[in-house]
Protein backbone atom coordinates (compact mmCIF):
# COMPACT_ATOMS: atom_id res chain seq x y z
CA UNK A 1 0.00 0.00 0.00
CA UNK A 2 1.27 3.07 -1.30
CA UNK A 3 -0.28 6.01 0.72
CA UNK A 4 0.79 9.85 -0.93
CA UNK A 5 0.18 12.70 1.00
CA UNK A 6 0.36 16.28 -0.51
CA UNK A 7 -0.56 19.74 0.64
CA UNK A 8 2.51 20.82 2.47
CA UNK A 9 4.34 24.31 1.89
CA UNK A 10 5.15 27.16 3.52
CA UNK A 11 2.75 29.75 5.11
CA UNK A 12 2.72 32.53 7.28
CA UNK A 13 1.51 32.28 10.45
CA UNK A 14 -2.34 32.27 11.18
CA UNK A 15 -2.57 30.67 7.23
CA UNK A 16 -3.99 28.01 6.13
CA UNK A 17 -3.12 24.46 4.26
CA UNK A 18 -5.10 21.49 3.49
CA UNK A 19 -3.22 18.17 3.92
CA UNK A 20 -4.72 15.19 1.57
CA UNK A 21 -3.13 11.37 2.01
CA UNK A 22 -5.05 9.24 -1.14
CA UNK A 23 -4.28 5.60 -1.19
CA UNK A 24 -5.21 5.07 -4.56
CA UNK A 25 -5.70 1.26 -5.92
CA UNK A 26 -6.78 0.57 -2.12
CA UNK A 27 -9.62 1.25 -0.07
CA UNK A 28 -8.94 3.54 3.29
CA UNK A 29 -12.62 1.28 4.39
CA UNK A 30 -12.12 -0.54 7.23
CA UNK A 31 -8.82 1.00 8.72
CA UNK A 32 -8.55 4.07 11.28
CA UNK A 33 -6.43 7.03 9.53
CA UNK A 34 -3.82 9.36 10.79
CA UNK A 35 -1.78 12.73 10.50
CA UNK A 36 1.85 12.25 12.50
CA UNK A 37 4.32 15.10 12.62
CA UNK A 38 7.79 15.43 13.68
CA UNK A 39 9.80 18.03 13.69
CA UNK A 40 13.84 18.63 13.63
CA UNK A 41 14.94 16.78 16.77
CA UNK A 42 11.98 15.75 17.98
CA UNK A 43 9.82 12.85 18.15
CA UNK A 44 7.10 11.61 15.50
CA UNK A 45 3.58 12.29 17.42
CA UNK A 46 0.48 12.31 16.93
CA UNK A 47 -2.03 14.81 15.36
CA UNK A 48 -5.02 13.42 14.51
CA UNK A 49 -7.01 10.36 13.90
CA UNK A 50 -10.53 9.07 12.64
CA UNK A 51 -12.03 5.94 12.20
CA UNK A 52 -13.12 4.43 9.39
CA UNK A 53 -16.32 5.61 9.39
CA UNK A 54 -15.53 9.20 10.50
CA UNK A 55 -17.53 9.00 13.92
CA UNK A 56 -14.73 9.15 15.54
CA UNK A 57 -11.74 11.49 15.70
CA UNK A 58 -9.12 12.38 18.30
CA UNK A 59 -6.53 15.86 18.09
CA UNK A 60 -3.82 16.75 19.78
CA UNK A 61 -3.97 18.88 22.34
CA UNK A 62 -1.82 21.42 21.03
CA UNK A 63 -3.78 21.57 17.38
CA UNK A 64 -7.84 21.64 19.32
CA UNK A 65 -9.68 23.91 17.71
CA UNK A 66 -7.30 24.74 14.67
CA UNK A 67 -7.12 21.70 12.60
CA UNK A 68 -9.56 19.17 11.09
CA UNK A 69 -9.32 16.00 10.00
CA UNK A 70 -11.67 14.58 7.59
CA UNK A 71 -12.46 11.04 5.73
CA UNK A 72 -14.00 10.43 2.04
CA UNK A 73 -14.17 7.01 1.89
CA UNK A 74 -15.49 6.98 -1.50
CA UNK A 75 -12.03 8.79 -2.83
CA UNK A 76 -10.00 7.15 -0.93
CA UNK A 77 -8.71 10.50 0.92
CA UNK A 78 -8.09 11.63 4.42
CA UNK A 79 -7.17 15.30 5.10
CA UNK A 80 -6.06 17.61 7.48
CA UNK A 81 -7.22 21.03 7.30
CA UNK A 82 -4.80 23.16 9.35
CA UNK A 83 -6.16 27.23 10.36
CA UNK A 84 -4.46 29.28 12.60
CA UNK A 85 -0.66 27.81 11.71
CA UNK A 86 1.63 28.66 14.13
CA UNK A 87 5.44 28.67 13.84
CA UNK A 88 5.35 25.59 16.49
CA UNK A 89 3.52 23.69 13.97
CA UNK A 90 6.14 23.40 11.33
CA UNK A 91 7.60 19.39 10.97
CA UNK A 92 7.38 16.97 8.19
CA UNK A 93 4.03 16.07 8.49
CA UNK A 94 3.11 12.00 7.87
CA UNK A 95 -0.27 10.21 6.91
CA UNK A 96 -0.73 6.78 8.47
CA UNK A 97 -3.45 3.82 7.82
CA UNK A 98 -3.85 2.10 11.44
CA UNK A 99 -4.39 -1.63 11.34
CA UNK A 100 -7.84 -1.57 13.30
CA UNK A 101 -11.26 0.91 12.45
CA UNK A 102 -10.68 2.68 15.38
CA UNK A 103 -8.77 6.79 15.53
CA UNK A 104 -5.91 5.02 17.38
CA UNK A 105 -2.90 6.91 18.29
CA UNK A 106 -0.03 5.24 18.93
CA UNK A 107 2.81 4.67 16.84
CA UNK A 108 3.04 0.94 17.15
CA UNK A 109 -1.08 0.89 15.98
CA UNK A 110 0.50 2.29 12.46
CA UNK A 111 0.66 0.03 9.66
CA UNK A 112 1.11 1.51 6.65
CA UNK A 113 3.25 4.98 6.22
CA UNK A 114 2.50 7.40 3.82
CA UNK A 115 6.03 9.68 3.32
CA UNK A 116 5.98 13.14 4.79
CA UNK A 117 5.05 16.42 3.56
CA UNK A 118 6.83 19.45 5.26
CA UNK A 119 5.16 22.21 6.09
CA UNK A 120 6.66 25.43 7.56
CA UNK A 121 5.15 28.26 9.19
CA UNK A 122 6.86 31.26 9.15
CA UNK A 123 6.46 34.17 11.91
Known amino acids: VQLQASGGGLVQAGGSLRLSCAAPGRTVSNNGMGWFRQAPGKEREIVASISWRGGTTYYADSIKGRFTISIDNVKNTVYLQMNSLKPEDTAVYYC?????????????????WGKGTLVTVSS
Open 96 to 112: AQFRSPVAATALERVHY
